[in-house]
């Protein structure tokens, strides 16, 4: 059985940094392409970073790019969205998702199959 764990979120002070974890089961991140989204209340759900695994490219959305950066231990099967300079409009609920019918990176949450159960992240002013 796939499964996404994220773990990491909580409260910050704009300035400071998170690092957000997302552990997988049930498939090597190799595998499929994985995708970091963020809901904030009352807004869509956005994407914010993607690594296909065609390419193993990872790329990262305007909003946030130059602010994160994303790591992965392949031996545990787990990423990493380190996030730094945050601001109080970071404030959502972060999810990591994997593509399973997809090597390529995509900014969509329809071309994702499996998703975790969203950190919050709260940045204060």
Do not use: H
């Amino acid at each position: 059985e796939v499964q996404l764990v994220e773990s990491g979120g909580g409260l910050v002070q704009a300035g400071g940094s998170l690092r957000l974890s997302c552990a997988a089961s049930g498939f090597s991140f190799g595998d499929y392409a994985i995708g970091w989204f963020r809901q904030a209340p009352g807004k869509e759900r956005e994407g914010i970073s993607c690594i296909g695994s065609s390419d193993g490219i990872t790329y990262y959305a305007d909003s946030v790019k130059g602010r994160i950066v994303i790591s992965s231990n392949y031996a545990k099967d787990t990423q990493f969205l380190q996030m730094n300079s945050l601001k109080p409009e970071d404030t959502a609920v972060y999810y990591c998702a994997a593509a399973v019918g997809s090597s390529s990176c995509s900014w969509f949450p329809q071309d994702y199959d499996y998703w975790g159960q969203g950190t919050q992240v709260t940045v204060s002013s």
